[in-house]
């Protein structure tokens, strides 16, 4: 199954849910101002629950995202997510579905952004690889954000057989945080 060439934009759920699938293609698309606009509901661009095998994620753009561009979690088997751009603009401005400024209210929700990647468990193989991630920021509260120190990928303790490398990372807080037992790699 493909998903080329569209754009999801101000939207109130996620983009792309991916449960139980295998042989998914996403590439071309544009993500762009995705929020719940509800304090602490996250909202991911992509997101795999439950089961996913054989996933490419591949020359999508990622822009003020309320969450996660892509969140990986439960069975997540052969997934690559490659040349990609995720961005948190700044300063943030609310746009409406046509991507024109509220003049009436320009800063309501704003602070986007949790994380461009979060993958929390396996078994794999992941591979991250020539993406380009920048503007990540701590979460405020009241925002839609559940918690976020600014972090680009986020690698959880449940997931292994990761491999991280010729990313471009620019102005996040941290750009890779690693938490403990993950079995990542970089090179």
Known sequence: MAFRNNRFQHSSNAGIKIQCAKRIEITGNVFDNLRSRKSGLDL???????????????????????????????????TSITSNIFEVRRPYVYRDEKGKVDSRNPQRFGNVGENAIDIKSGPGPILIEKNRMSG????????????????????????????????NFADNVDHLRIVTGSGAGSD
């Open 44 to 78: 991911h661009a992509i997101t795999s629950e439950i089961s996913a095998e054989d996933i490419l994620i591949s020359g999508n753009t990622f822009r003020d995202i309320g969450a996660d561009g892509i969140q990986l979690a439960g069975a997540v088997g052969k």
């Open 136 to 167: 990540f920021r701590p979460g405020v509260g009241g925002q839609d954000v559940s918690g976020s120190n600014g972090v680009a990928i986020v690698l959880h303790k449940r997931a292994s057989n990761i491999t991280v490398r010729k990313n």
